[in-house]
């Protein structure tokens, strides 16, 4: 199995510019892993992972199942950022609903 070096991390839309800066690929990916799983990533650490990791799966980086996201706790940080994401939620749940009432 061939192993490559870990690509240069860049500010943008997985880690945003600074600390704490929640990005709406962060936001999206705490809500689908919410929705999905029941696990709460918080806009610092994990939900930046979550997003990097499902921005990395979804080019097709990684053989399939080759890979475990490890979410080691950050919970409580969801308090501090509550208005960023159910602002986050909403906008994309009226765009849903946008959506689905085209079709």
């Not at 199995?1 to 240069?8: A, G, R, T, V």
């Not at 860049?10 to 029941?38: F, N, R, W």
């Not at 159910?86 to 009432?101: E, M, R, S």
């Amino acid at each position: 199995m061939k192993h490559s070096l870990p690509q240069e991390i860049k500010p943008g839309a997985s880690i945003g510019h600074e600390y704490g800066d929640p990005t709406e690929a962060c936001l999206d990916a705490i809500v689908l892993m919410a929705q999905a799983e029941g696990i709460l990533p918080d806009p610092v650490y994990s939900g930046k992972v979550a997003s990097g990791f499902l921005a990395h799966h979804t080019a097709g980086r990684w053989p399939l199942g080759s890979q475990i996201l490890l979410h080691a706790g950050g919970t409580p940080a969801l308090f501090a950022y509550h208005a960023e994401i159910k602002a986050n939620y909403f906008d994309d749940c009226h765009t849903y609903l946008a959506l689905a009432h085209q079709c």
